[in-house]
């Protein structure tokens, strides 16, 4: 089974600083990995996913992350935060296989909170 | 694009009544994903649809849940005899299933469902 673990339940940066959001799965193949976020009463928007190619992905709103297949690791990263980046991630896992279904299983979300 | 929408955004109930929930995906969209978020938790996956069939049940979705999406458009999720536990966001996502099955999923804004 395919599983998220998201460590850091809250994270305070500076707006300016830098920015790593970490994220290790377990999952048996080649994963498929996104990370979403979530502003309070909003759904889910996608900022960037690797299905394939190059381990550096880049995505939305200045976000990149990186997969590391040897630490099963798939980190968000921005180098200068905004006030407006202050949301809820969420880095999830999907099996993606061709075919059948994609679901995805999400990790429990890191809360970011940036101050001015 | 209008993306996905969910109606209704928030629905208050008692408890051992019906609900029923609509989705309208993206237009183009052949798969229909729903999952429930609880506060504090990552979103769960409970079913998900290829144009008309619904292909995979999660065990968290008991036989007081039902889905459908007739006709594979619009999706409807229908939770009977509502239990306090049931309270929780209740997500839509859609996708277009491409040859690599890295299908990439846009979510609703959710409903809010509260069972007092």
């Known amino acids: 089974a395919q599983s998220v673990t998201q460590p850091d339940i809250h994270i305070t940066v500076s707006e300016g600083a830098s920015l790593e959001l970490r994220c290790n799965y377990s999952y048996g193949a080649t994963p498929y990995l996104f990370w979403y976020v979530q502003s309070p009463g909003q759904g889910l928007q996608l900022l960037l996913k690797y299905f394939s190619g190059d381990t550096l992905v880049q995505g939305i709103k200045g976000f990149e992350a990186e997969f590391k297949r040897s630490q099963s690791s798939f980190n968000l990263r921005k180098p200068s935060v905004h006030w407006s980046d202050a949301a809820e991630y969420f880095c999830?896992?999907?099996?993606?296989?061709?075919?059948?279904?994609?679901?995805?299983?999400f990790g429990t979300g890191t809360q970011l909170k940036v101050e001015l | 694009d209008t993306g996905v929408s969910q109606d209704p955004r928030h629905k208050i109930t008692k408890r051992g009544q019906n609900v029923t929930f609509r989705c309208d995906p993206i237009?183009?969209?052949?798969?229909l994903y729903w999952y429930r978020q609880t506060l504090g938790q990552g979103p769960e996956f409970l079913t998900y649809f290829q144009n008309e069939a619904q292909l995979e049940k999660s065990r968290l979705l008991s036989d007081r849940f039902s889905a459908e999406r007739p006709k594979g458009s619009f999706s409807t999720l229908e939770i009977q005899r509502t239990e306090q536990g049931d309270s929780a966001m209740y997500l839509c996502?859609?996708?277009?299933?491409?040859?690599?099955?890295?299908?990439?999923?846009?979510f609703g804004p959710g409903t809010r469902l509260t069972v007092l």
């Open positions: 237009s183009e969209h052949n798969r």
């Open positions: 999830a896992v999907g099996a993606g296989v061709t075919g059948g279904g994609n679901k995805l299983t």
């Open positions: 996502a859609s996708s277009l299933v491409n040859i690599a099955g890295g299908d990439e999923q846009f």
